[in-house]
C-alpha cells in the first residue's frame, strides 16, 4: 500500500543532505583539498578527519580502516571517503561538490591478491597423511578456479539519517542489518555513551550482506555531518555510490589436486585458497575461515590440507555477501568433483554418492558428524525431482548426435540442426549453521519477552527484518510456545534504546540461534505464569496475571550447544554446531553460436533442520538460487586501476522475471537436536551450490568446463575452442606447467609414470603460463 | 516556476516546480506519496513505476513537463477506502497470499506494472506474466512468488478463480 517507511521515505524537518567526497586513488598520499574561492562556503558544511572527536577507526576485527582518510594519510582505494560536505538544499549540495579539488600524491598500487603480501589473515586444515593418500590414488587431478566480486543488489541503496540529540549524542535512523554494530561504532568514533548513541532501524529493502558492516560507515558520517551542522543529515546512496563504494563478495583463486581411486574413492585433497580483501580487513579473516573450512565440499576424504589466505589489494574492500566464502570455495570444490567423476567415466550422482557425508563421519577439522546430516537426502530428492538420469541420457544423445555431424566453421559444436545445446548438472554443497568456531559464545546474544502490564506478549531482540520473515517467524514461534496467535504476539522495533544486542542480523542465524532463545523464553515465561496461577493455561490467565502482578521481562542469554567444542588455535574441533545441506539440478540451453547461456529450470533440495514457515522457506531458497544464477552467468565486476568500471545498473546486470529459470523447491528436514525447534537456518544454502550446478550443466551440453565465473559468452566459447582433444608436451615441472590433457586419453604424459597415478591438469588456466 | 496539473490517484493537483523536475521527486516530495520508490534513477530497476494515463513508466525518466493534464497512478491508490480502512486490491491480496513481496521495495513499482498488465486484459500465463514485469528488478524472491501471485490475481478478476 506504500504505508511502509524505507529510510529516504522519513521526514525530519530542517533536515541538510550530505555527500562524500571520495578518492580517485587507488593508493595515494591525501595531501590535502582546495576549495573553489567564488563559492559562498558559508552554506556548507566541511567535514575531515580533524573533526572525529574519537578514534578515527570503523573496525568489527582489525583497527585498519579510517572513518575518514586524515590529510597526510594514506588513501588505501578507490572511491575512499576523504572529506564530508552537507548543505541545506540538493542545488547548493550539487555546487559544494564541484568546487572541492582533492590534491593527491600517487603510490605504487597492489591489484593481484596472489601477489600480494600483506596477509589478513590465514588459515592451515590438515588431517590424514596427504602423501600417503597421493601415492595410494589412481588418479590425481588439478585445476584452478577463479570468482570474481558480486554485488548483493539490495534494490534500495544504502541509506542514513542522523538526527543529533539533546544530550550531545545521536540518533540515526536508516537501512541496516546490525544495529549494535553501528552502535559499537558511533560509541568509539564520536566519544558517546551507550545512551547517546541510539540506532533506529527503518523498514529496509533488502541486505544479504552488504548492510551489515558498511552502514557503520554511512552511520558515522551522517553522525559527524550532524554534530557540525547540528541539523539532521540525510545521507542517502544514489545507485552509482552505492556500487562503486560500498562491500562486495571477495574474489578469490582456489586450486585443487585431488588424488582419487578408480572406484571414485576420495583419498587426497590438497587446496589452496586465496582471497581478496580488498584495502581493507573488515570481515575478511571471517569470511576466509568460512571458506577455508568449506573448502573441500561436503565429501568425506581421510588425508586433507587446506592452506588458505586472504592478502590485501588497493580495491574498495569486500565484505558480507550470502554464503560469506562458502560459494567461491564450493564452485570450485564442485567442478573439480564434476572432472572426476568425467575423468573415471562415473556418473555425477555416483560420485558423489560415494563420497558425500553421512552420519558419523569426520570432517577435515576432526568435527565428528553425530547428527542432522542430509547429504544423500537432498542429492537424492534433487535428482529425482528433475529426471536427473533421464534428462541426461536425453542430453547425452543429443552430443552423440552433434559429434557425428560436422562442424560449422567458427563454431566448433555446431550443426546445422542443433544450435542451441541442453545440458543438466548437479551440485551439492554443505553449510555450517550460524556463525564459525567459538563466534555464537563469543556473540553471547540476548534475545528477551515481556508480558506487558495489559496482558500483551512482546519480542525484544536486535534481530532484523529486512524480506526474510524475521517479523512473520518469531511471533509464530513464541505464540506457538504460549499456546497464542501470532496476532497476540508483537515485535518491539530494532532500536538500540528498546531491544537487547541479539547479535547480528546475519549467517542464516536469526531463526535458528535468536529463534532458539525466544522459544526458551517462551517456555519460561509461560512456566512463571502458569506456576502462579494454579496451572491454569498462560492463554487464559495472562490478562490478570499482568493486572495482578505489573509487567514480567524473560532475557534469555545464549548457552553454547553441548559437545560443540573449537579451538580457534589448532583449527580443530567442531566448526558449527550443525551443517546444513543443498544440491541443486539446474538445466541450461547454451547457443553455441554466441555462447549465450539460458537456465531453463532449477530444482533446489534444501536440509534446513526445520521449516518453521514453508511459504518464506521457499521463498529464502528461491532468491537464494536466482542470486546463484546471476553469479553463474552474467553478475561481474570488471576493474581497471582499482575501479570498478561497471558502477551503475544500466552496466551491473542481475536477472530479470525474463532471465530467471522456473525454481522447485524441495524443503528437506533433518533437525538439529541444539536448537529447541530444530532448525538450522535457510538463507545462504541455495547460494553455495547454483553456479557449480550451472557450470556443470554447460559441460554437459558443451563438453566444456568454464574454470571462472561467471561463465560468461566470451569464456564458454574460449572453453570451447579448447576443448578439443590435442596432446600436451610433458610438463617441465608438476606445479608450473599445465597441460590439456584430454580427459579421454588414458596416457600419462610423464615418462616415468608407470606405477605413479596419472594426473590430469587443465584446461589450461588462461592466468598460468603455457 | 510554472504551475502543473495533472491527476494523482483520482485526486487533481496542482504542482509548482520546474518542468524538468523528476515526477518520482514530486511524488515523493512535493506530494508526499513516498509509496513510489528509487533504486537506480537511470530507468534500469523500475522500483519507481507509476501508471501515466494507464501505461507503465519509470518515474525517474519521466519530467513533470511530460504530466500535465494526465492521469498519474501510483501504489497508494490500489487500495480502496472503505469504512472498516481499506480494501486492497486483488493483486495486493494475492502478493500477501503468495509470499510475492520479501524486502517489499520493489513491490510498489511490481504491483503497478502487474496492474497495468491486467487492465490491459492480461491473463494467467506465466511467459506473458513474466515479460510483462521483465522491467522490474526484485533481488528477493527469484521472481517465482511475483508471477504465481500475479496469475492468481488474474484468475480472481477474471473470475476463473
Given at each position: 500500500?506504500?504505508?511502509?517507511?524505507?529510510?529516504d521515505?522519513?521526514?525530519f524537518?530542517?533536515?541538510?543532505?550530505?555527500?562524500?567526497?571520495?578518492?580517485?586513488d587507488?593508493?595515494?598520499?591525501?595531501d590535502?583539498?582546495?576549495?573553489?574561492?567564488d563559492?559562498d562556503?558559508s552554506?556548507?558544511?566541511v567535514?575531515?578527519a580533524?573533526?572525529?572527536?574519537?578514534?578515527?577507526?570503523?573496525?568489527?576485527?582489525?583497527?585498519d580502516?579510517?572513518?575518514?582518510?586524515p590529510?597526510?594519510?594514506e588513501?588505501?582505494?578507490?572511491a575512499?571517503?576523504?572529506v564530508?560536505?552537507?548543505a541545506?538544499d540538493?542545488?547548493?549540495?550539487?555546487?559544494?561538490?564541484?568546487?572541492?579539488?582533492?590534491r593527491t600524491?600517487p603510490?605504487?598500487?597492489?591489484?593481484?591478491p596472489?601477489?600480494?603480501?600483506h596477509v589478513f589473515?590465514?588459515y592451515?586444515i590438515?588431517?590424514?597423511?596427504?602423501?600417503?593418500?597421493?601415492?595410494?590414488?589412481?588418479l590425481?587431478?588439478?585445476?584452478?578456479?577463479?570468482v570474481?566480486?558480486?554485488?548483493?543488489?539490495?534494490?534500495?541503496?544504502?541509506?542514513?539519517?542522523?538526527?543529533?540529540r539533546e544530550?550531545g549524542g545521536?540518533?540515526?535512523h536508516?537501512?541496516l542489518q546490525?544495529p549494535?554494530?553501528?552502535?559499537k561504532?558511533?560509541?568509539r568514533?564520536l566519544?558517546?555513551?551507550?545512551?547517546?548513541a541510539?540506532?533506529?532501524q527503518?523498514?529496509t529493502?533488502g541486505?544479504?550482506?552488504?548492510k551489515?558492516?558498511?552502514?557503520?560507515?554511512?552511520?558515522l558520517?551522517a553522525?559527524?555531518l550532524?554534530?557540525k551542522?547540528?541539523?539532521?543529515?540525510?545521507m542517502i546512496?544514489?545507485?552509482?555510490?552505492?556500487?562503486?563504494?560500498?562491500t562486495k563478495?571477495?574474489?578469490a583463486?582456489?586450486?585443487?589436486?585431488?588424488g582419487?581411486?578408480?572406484?571414485?574413492?576420495l583419498?587426497?585433497?590438497e587446496i589452496?585458497?586465496?582471497?581478496?580483501?580488498?584495502?581493507?580487513c573488515?570481515?575478511?579473516?571471517?569470511?576466509l575461515?568460512r571458506?577455508?573450512?568449506h573448502?573441500g565440499?561436503?565429501y568425506?576424504?581421510?588425508?586433507?590440507?587446506?592452506r588458505?589466505r586472504?592478502?590485501r589489494?588497493?580495491?574498495?574492500?569486500?565484505?558480507a555477501f550470502?554464503g560469506?566464502?562458502?560459494?567461491?570455495v564450493?564452485?570450485?570444490?564442485?567442478?573439480?568433483m564434476?572432472?572426476?567423476?568425467?575423468a573415471?567415466?562415473?556418473?555425477p550422482?555416483d560420485?558423489?554418492?560415494?563420497?558425500?557425508?553421512?552420519l558419523g563421519?569426520?570432517?577435515?577439522?576432526?568435527?565428528?558428524?553425530?547428527?542432522?546430516?542430509?547429504?544423500?537426502?537432498v542429492?537424492?530428492?534433487?535428482?529425482?525431482a528433475?529426471?536427473?538420469?533421464g534428462?541426461?541420457g536425453?542430453t547425452?544423445?543429443?552430443r552423440?548426435?552433434?559429434?557425428?555431424s560436422?562442424?560449422?566453421?567458427?563454431?566448433?559444436?555446431?550443426?546445422?540442426?542443433?544450435?542451441v545445446?541442453?545440458?543438466?548438472?548437479v551440485?551439492l554443497?554443505?553449510?555450517?549453521?550460524?556463525?564459525?568456531g567459538s563466534?555464537?559464545?563469543?556473540?553471547?546474544?540476548?534475545?528477551s519477552l515481556?508480558l506487558?502490564?495489559?496482558g500483551?506478549?512482546?519480542?525484544?531482540?536486535?534481530?532484523?527484518?529486512?524480506?526474510?520473515?524475521?517479523?512473520t517467524?518469531?511471533?509464530?514461534?513464541?505464540?506457538?510456545?504460549l499456546?497464542?496467535?501470532?496476532?497476540?504476539v508483537?515485535m518491539?522495533?530494532?532500536?538500540?534504546?528498546?531491544v537487547?544486542d541479539?547479535g547480528?542480523?546475519?549467517?542464516?542465524?536469526?531463526?535458528?540461534v535468536?529463534?532458539?532463545?525466544?522459544?526458551?523464553a517462551a517456555?519460561?515465561l509461560?512456566?512463571?505464569?502458569?506456576?502462579?496461577?494454579?496451572?491454569?493455561?498462560f492463554?487464559?490467565?495472562?490478562?490478570?496475571?499482568?493486572?495482578?502482578?505489573?509487567?514480567l521481562?524473560i532475557?534469555?542469554?545464549?548457552?553454547?550447544?553441548?559437545?560443540?567444542?573449537?579451538d580457534?588455535e589448532?583449527?580443530?574441533?567442531?566448526?558449527?554446531?550443525?551443517?546444513?545441506?543443498?544440491?541443486?539440478?539446474?538445466?541450461?540451453?547454451?547457443d553455441?553460436d554466441?555462447?549465450?547461456v539460458?537456465?531453463?529450470?532449477?530444482?533446489?533440495?534444501?536440509?534446513?533442520?526445520?521449516?518453521?514457515?514453508?511459504?518464506?522457506?521457499?521463498?529464502?531458497?528461491?532468491?537464494?538460487?536466482?542470486?546463484?544464477?546471476?553469479?553463474?552467468?552474467?553478475?561481474?565486476?570488471?576493474?581497471?586501476?582499482?575501479?570498478?568500471?561497471?558502477?551503475?545498473?544500466?552496466?551491473?546486470?542481475?536477472?530479470?522475471?525474463?532471465?530467471?529459470?522456473?525454481?522447485?523447491?524441495?524443503?528437506?528436514?533433518?533437525?538439529f537436536?541444539?536448537a529447541?525447534?530444530?532448525?538450522?537456518g535457510?538463507g545462504?544454502l541455495?547460494m553455495d551450490?547454483?553456479?557449480?550446478?550451472?557450470?556443470?550443466a554447460?559441460?554437459d551440453?558443451?563438453g566444456a568446463w568454464?574454470?571462472?565465473l561467471?561463465?560468461?559468452?566470451?569464456r564458454i566459447?574460449t572453453?570451447?575452442?579448447v576443448?578439443?582433444a590435442?596432446a600436451?608436451a610433458?610438463?617441465?615441472?608438476?606445479?608450473?606447467?599445465?597441460?590439456?590433457a584430454?580427459?579421454?586419453?588414458?596416457?600419462?604424459?610423464?615418462?616415468?609414470?608407470?606405477s605413479?597415478p596419472?594426473?590430469?591438469?587443465?584446461?589450461?588456466?588462461?592466468?598460468?603460463?603455457? | 516556476?510554472?504551475?502543473?496539473?495533472?491527476t494523482?490517484?483520482?485526486e487533481?493537483?496542482?504542482?509548482?516546480a520546474?518542468?524538468?523536475?523528476?515526477?518520482?521527486?514530486?511524488?515523493?516530495?512535493?506530494?508526499?506519496l513516498t509509496?513510489?520508490?528509487?533504486?537506480?534513477?537511470?530507468?534500469?530497476?523500475?522500483a519507481?513505476t507509476v501508471?501515466?494515463?494507464?501505461?507503465?513508466?519509470?518515474?525517474?525518466?519521466?519530467?513533470?513537463?511530460?504530466?500535465d493534464g494526465?492521469?498519474i497512478a501510483t501504489?497508494?491508490?490500489?487500495?480502496?477506502p472503505?469504512?472498516?480502512g481499506?480494501?486492497?486490491?486483488?493483486?495486493?491480496?494475492?502478493?500477501?497470499?503468495?509470499g510475492?513481496?520479501?524486502?517489499?521495495?520493489c513491490t510498489?513499482g511490481?504491483?503497478m506494472?502487474?496492474?497495468?498488465?491486467?487492465?490491459?486484459?492480461?491473463v494467467?500465463?506465466?511467459?506473458a506474466?513474466?515479460?510483462?514485469?521483465a522491467?522490474?528488478?526484485?533481488r528477493?524472491?527469484?521472481?517465482?512468488?511475483?508471477?504465481?501471485a500475479?496469475?492468481i490475481a488474474a484468475r480472481?478478476?477474471?473470475?476463473?478463480?
Amino acid at each position: 500500500t506504500g504505508e511502509a517507511k524505507y529510510a529516504d521515505d522519513l521526514v525530519f524537518p530542517g533536515a541538510w543532505y550530505g555527500a562524500t567526497i571520495r578518492s580517485t586513488d587507488a593508493h595515494a598520499r591525501f595531501d590535502g583539498f582546495d576549495l573553489e574561492p567564488d563559492f559562498d562556503w558559508s552554506k556548507v558544511a566541511v567535514v575531515t578527519a580533524a573533526d572525529i572527536p574519537g578514534e578515527n577507526i570503523v573496525s568489527l576485527i582489525s583497527d585498519d580502516q579510517p572513518v575518514l582518510v586524515p590529510i597526510g594519510g594514506e588513501i588505501q582505494h578507490h572511491a575512499e571517503p576523504l572529506v564530508l560536505l552537507a548543505a541545506a538544499d540538493r542545488e547548493t549540495l550539487r555546487h559544494a561538490r564541484r568546487g572541492i579539488r582533492i590534491r593527491t600524491t600517487p603510490l605504487p598500487a597492489v591489484f593481484d591478491p596472489v601477489e600480494s603480501d600483506h596477509v589478513f589473515a590465514h588459515y592451515d586444515i590438515a588431517s590424514g597423511d596427504l602423501d600417503a593418500g597421493f601415492a595410494d590414488a589412481d588418479l590425481i587431478l588439478e585445476g584452478t578456479y577463479r570468482v570474481g566480486h558480486q554485488e548483493q543488489l539490495y534494490i534500495e541503496n544504502n541509506a542514513m539519517i542522523a538526527v543529533p540529540r539533546e544530550d550531545g549524542g545521536v540518533a540515526v535512523h536508516g537501512s541496516l542489518q546490525c544495529p549494535y554494530y553501528i552502535h559499537k561504532a558511533l560509541k568509539r568514533a564520536l566519544r558517546l555513551t551507550d545512551e547517546q548513541a541510539r540506532v533506529v532501524q527503518a523498514e529496509t529493502g533488502g541486505g544479504f550482506g552488504g548492510k551489515e558492516e558498511y552502514p557503520s560507515i554511512i552511520a558515522l558520517h551522517a553522525a559527524l555531518l550532524s554534530r557540525k551542522t547540528g541539523k539532521p543529515v540525510r545521507m542517502i546512496y544514489d545507485r552509482h555510490e552505492d556500487l562503486a563504494a560500498t562491500t562486495k563478495r571477495h574474489p578469490a583463486v582456489v586450486t585443487h589436486r585431488t588424488g582419487v581411486k578408480a572406484d571414485g574413492t576420495l583419498v587426497a585433497q590438497e587446496i589452496e585458497v586465496v582471497m581478496d580483501g580488498g584495502a581493507y580487513c573488515t570481515l575478511t579473516p571471517v569470511v576466509l575461515s568460512r571458506g577455508a573450512i568449506h573448502a573441500g565440499g561436503p565429501y568425506r576424504c581421510p588425508n586433507v590440507r587446506i592452506r588458505a589466505r586472504a592478502t590485501r589489494t588497493n580495491t574498495p574492500p569486500n565484505g558480507a555477501f550470502r554464503g560469506f566464502g562458502a560459494p567461491q570455495v564450493e564452485f570450485a570444490a564442485e567442478v573439480q568433483m564434476g572432472r572426476l567423476a568425467e575423468a573415471l567415466k562415473l556418473s555425477p550422482l555416483d560420485i558423489r554418492r560415494k563420497n558425500l557425508y553421512r552420519l558419523g563421519d569426520e570432517t577435515p577439522t576432526g568435527q565428528i558428524l553425530r547428527e542432522s546430516v542430509a547429504a544423500e537426502e537432498v542429492l537424492e530428492r534433487a535428482a529425482e525431482a528433475a529426471e536427473f538420469e533421464g534428462v541426461r541420457g536425453r542430453t547425452e544423445r543429443g552430443r552423440g548426435r552433434r559429434a557425428g555431424s560436422g562442424h560449422v566453421p567458427g563454431s566448433p559444436l555446431r550443426t546445422g540442426l542443433d544450435r542451441v545445446a541442453s545440458g543438466i548438472g548437479v551440485a551439492l554443497a554443505w553449510h555450517g549453521a550460524g556463525f564459525t568456531g567459538s563466534g555464537e559464545v563469543k556473540l553471547a546474544s540476548v534475545a528477551s519477552l515481556e508480558l506487558a502490564a495489559d496482558g500483551r506478549v512482546r519480542i525484544l531482540t536486535g534481530s532484523t527484518e529486512m524480506g526474510q520473515g524475521t517479523k512473520t517467524i518469531f511471533p509464530q514461534l513464541v505464540a506457538a510456545e504460549l499456546g497464542l496467535t501470532a496476532e497476540d504476539v508483537e515485535m518491539a522495533p530494532q532500536d538500540t534504546a528498546l531491544v537487547p544486542d541479539s547479535g547480528p542480523t546475519v549467517a542464516s542465524r536469526t531463526a535458528m540461534v535468536v529463534g532458539g532463545l525466544l522459544i526458551q523464553a517462551a517456555r519460561r515465561l509461560r512456566t512463571t505464569v502458569e506456576k502462579r496461577n494454579g496451572g491454569r493455561p498462560f492463554a487464559d490467565v495472562r490478562v490478570a496475571d499482568a493486572a495482578a502482578n505489573g509487567p514480567l521481562r524473560i532475557d534469555e542469554h545464549f548457552e553454547p550447544y553441548p559437545h560443540v567444542h573449537f579451538d580457534d588455535e589448532t583449527y580443530r574441533g567442531d566448526a558449527y554446531p550443525a551443517f546444513g545441506w543443498a544440491a541443486c539440478v539446474a538445466t541450461v540451453g547454451v547457443d553455441l553460436d554466441s555462447g549465450e547461456v539460458t537456465v531453463r529450470d532449477v530444482v533446489a533440495a534444501d536440509d534446513v533442520g526445520r521449516v518453521i514457515h514453508p511459504v518464506l522457506a521457499e521463498g529464502q531458497v528461491e532468491g537464494g538460487t536466482l542470486q546463484a544464477i546471476g553469479y553463474a552467468t552474467i553478475e561481474e565486476i570488471k576493474l581497471r586501476d582499482g575501479r570498478y568500471l561497471n558502477d551503475r545498473l544500466a552496466t551491473y546486470i542481475i536477472p530479470t522475471a525474463l532471465d530467471a529459470p522456473r525454481i522447485t523447491t524441495v524443503l528437506v528436514e533433518a533437525p538439529f537436536s541444539g536448537a529447541p525447534h530444530g532448525a538450522k537456518g535457510v538463507g545462504e544454502l541455495p547460494m553455495d551450490v547454483g553456479a557449480p550446478a550451472v557450470v556443470a550443466a554447460i559441460h554437459d551440453a558443451t563438453g566444456a568446463w568454464v574454470h571462472e565465473l561467471p561463465a560468461s559468452p566470451e569464456r564458454i566459447l574460449t572453453a570451447l575452442g579448447v576443448t578439443p582433444a590435442r596432446a600436451g608436451a610433458p610438463p617441465a615441472s608438476a606445479t608450473r606447467a599445465a597441460v590439456d590433457a584430454p580427459i579421454e586419453d588414458g596416457t600419462d604424459p610423464r615418462p616415468d609414470a608407470r606405477s605413479d597415478p596419472q594426473v590430469l591438469r587443465g584446461p589450461r588456466d588462461p592466468g598460468e603460463p603455457a | 516556476m510554472t504551475a502543473w496539473r495533472f491527476t494523482v490517484n483520482a485526486e487533481p493537483v496542482e504542482v509548482e516546480a520546474p518542468g524538468m523536475r523528476r515526477l518520482l521527486d514530486v511524488l515523493r516530495e512535493d506530494l508526499a506519496l513516498t509509496g513510489t520508490k528509487e533504486g537506480c534513477g537511470e530507468g534500469e530497476c523500475g522500483a519507481c513505476t507509476v501508471l501515466l494515463d494507464g501505461a507503465p513508466v519509470d518515474s525517474c525518466l519521466v519530467p513533470v513537463c511530460q504530466v500535465d493534464g494526465a492521469t498519474i497512478a501510483t501504489v497508494e491508490g490500489l487500495a480502496e477506502p472503505s469504512p472498516e480502512g481499506f480494501v486492497l486490491d486483488p493483486l495486493q491480496q494475492a502478493f500477501l497470499e503468495a509470499g510475492g513481496a520479501q524486502c517489499g521495495i520493489c513491490t510498489p513499482g511490481m504491483l503497478m506494472a502487474a496492474r497495468a498488465y491486467l487492465d490491459a486484459g492480461g491473463v494467467a500465463d506465466e511467459a506473458a506474466i513474466r515479460e510483462s514485469i521483465a522491467g522490474n528488478l526484485c533481488r528477493c524472491t527469484g521472481y517465482t512468488k511475483i508471477v504465481e501471485a500475479i496469475a492468481i490475481a488474474a484468475r480472481v478478476s477474471t473470475g476463473t478463480l
